[in-house]
């Protein structure tokens, strides 16, 4: 019955994103202004969610909301799934993400993420990317966007150890502003190159923002073990509440 459900979500998930063909045009024939392409993107990633929900009957909750900061911040997530991408979009209004150039090849997707714009980098291009980074970063946060990257370059396995590439510490340095934690555990529900989606509740912390200014190794050590610390956390409160559901099954 999971596996129907998730087929279906999948159907729904192209069906609803090749709604936004039109949109897309009649954006295009207004100039693609940024404004307007970020709102669209932001009513895409909500259907997306809402189907995540009444679909596949798995949903979300917030986590330590209080600790986003105030004005420009960095955002460092780890990643496990495809849906911290798609909700980030929700979570942080106006957010510039630092993606993969790859997906500007895909179809409707691809155009929402130039015109938005994203931080489109080429991970093979070694320090032209960190630069590219810098320079866009600066920029975004210059229009009052945070800025959110994947440190750990890839989607990880639950379970895997955090861990972060080297270029977010120069990252964090260049753009001069508090880094927000976030710790997601999608990957327990929407696992790395798993297209079966199982029912739940995924978790979403913001953890206690890090200070600019910081020596940036340490500063990412900071973020990195803070992360790690609250995914083992929900590890072991979700064993004992799944441990309770078998014994009443």
């Not at 130039?114 to 980074?133: T, V």
Request: with cysteine; glycine share 8%.
């Amino acid at each position: 019955m999971q596996r129907l459900r998730s087929l279906l979500f999948t159907a729904s998930f192209a069906l609803w994103t090749a709604t936004f063909a039109p949109a897309l045009l009649f954006i295009w024939l207004l100039g693609s202004p940024e404004r307007w392409v970020r709102a669209c993107s932001r009513v895409w990633a909500r259907g997306v969610i809402f189907a995540l929900k009444w679909v596949v009957g798995l949903s979300y909750v917030e986590r330590g909301r209080e600790n986003v900061p105030a004005g420009r911040y960095l955002v460092v997530a780890n990643h496990q799934s495809t849906f911290e991408t798609i909700a980030s979009l929700v979570l942080f209004r106006d957010v510039a993400i630092v993606t993969k150039q790859e997906l500007l090849s895909v179809p409707i997707f691809g155009w929402f993420l130039r015109h938005s714009p994203m931080i489109l980098i080429d991970r093979e291009s070694g320090s032209k990317a960190i630069r590219k980074m810098i320079e866009e970063g600066l920029a975004a946060l210059s229009k009052g966007r945070p800025v959110l990257i994947f440190p750990e370059g890839t989607r990880a396995a639950p379970g895997a150890p955090v861990e972060f590439k080297r270029g977010v510490e120069l990252l964090y340095a260049k753009l001069d502003c508090p880094v927000l934690p976030v710790a997601v555990n999608s990957g327990e529900f929407w696992g790395l190159g798993k297209q079966n989606r199982r029912a739940g509740t995924m978790t979403v912390s913001f953890l206690p923002a890090i200070p600019a200014g910081m020596p940036p190794q340490a500063a990412m050590k900071s973020a990195e073990q803070a992360i790690q610390s609250e995914l083992d956390r929900i590890g072991r409160v979700a064993k004992p509440i799944e441990a309770s559901h078998r014994a009443h099954a």
